[in-house]
T-cell receptor, first 118, second 115 residues
Framework: GAVVSQHPSRVICKSGTSVKIECRSL??????MFWYRQFPKKSLMLMAT?????????EQGVEKDKFLINHASLTLSTLTVTSAHPEDSSFYIC??????????????FGNGTRLTVT | GENVEQHPSTLSVQEGDSAVIKCTYS??????FPWYKQELGKRPQLIID?????GEKKDQRIAVTLNKTAKHFSLHITETQPEDSAVYFC??????????????FGSGTRLQVQP
């Protein structure tokens, strides 16, 4: 079945540094990928929609200059958390759908990245 | 935008009993309703989904019902087992090309099945 690979699974960084998270669709192409954020024992909150070859669409309240998204190819989207602060510590998870399947394709999630900013 | 509400937040049942989780949505244009199971520290896994042209769907011990008029949908798990213990999320999205539509998630239900 469709697989979404996300890397790294865990990262610890110091305040002020930047962290890049990669999301790859391994056996399908996705013109659109979605980035979610999940706090402990909370729901998944959509941060942004990553669009291949164009700018990402950010949800209200999400700083586009802080959470840089690049969707360089049909199988790769990256999220860079710039100048990270402790309050950015969270579980970040990407998801994608096979574009060929469209309506009939379920949304597949990566394994997530647990970011801890010290 | 879409708003999805989910109840209850926690649910404890005895092994073998049934569990029901309910969700309501606000956008009448929503037409796709999946349910995900998430174990601690892991990715959400799709367990069942339903589209707005169907009122009920069943897959072994899991079933989902949809009432478009009332804008609510429910997950039913029968003959629960300890391995069913997890957090369950409902979600909704709309649009003909749902490949480009993100899901809006409910707040989650922590299900505990007591052996």
């Amino acid at each position: 079945g469709a697989v979404v690979s996300q890397h790294p699974s865990r990262v610890i960084c110091k305040s002020g540094t930047s962290v890049k998270i990669e999301c790859r669709s391994l056996d399908f192409q996705a013109t659109t990928m979605f980035w979610y954020r999940q706090f402990p024992k909370k729901s998944l909150m959509l941060m942004a929609t990553s669009n291949e070859g164009s700018k990402a669409t950010y949800e209200q309240g999400v700083e586009k200059d802080k959470f840089l998204i690049n969707h360089a190819s049909l199988t790769l989207s990256t999220l860079t958390v710039t100048s990270a602060h402790p309050e950015d510590s969270s579980f970040y998870i990407c998801s994608a759908r096979d574009q060929i399947g469209g309506v009939a394709s379920p949304l597949h999630f990566g394994n997530g990245t647990r970011l801890t900013v010290t | 935008g879409e708003n999805v509400e989910q109840h209850p937040s926690t649910l404890s049942v005895q092994e073998g009993d049934s569990a029901v989780i309910k969700c309501t949505y606000s956008d009448s244009a929503s037409n796709y309703f999946p349910w995900y199971k998430q174990e601690l520290g892991k990715r959400p896994q799709l367990i069942i989904d339903i589209r707005s042209n169907v009122g009920e769907k069943k897959d072994q011990r899991i079933a989902v019902t949809l009432n478009k008029t009332a804008k609510h949908f429910s997950l039913h798990i029968t003959e629960t087992q300890p391995e069913d213990s997890a957090v369950y999320f409902c979600a909704a999205s709309r649009g003909r090309d749902t490949g480009r539509r993100a899901l809006t998630f409910g707040s989650g239900t922590r299900l505990q099945v007591q052996p």
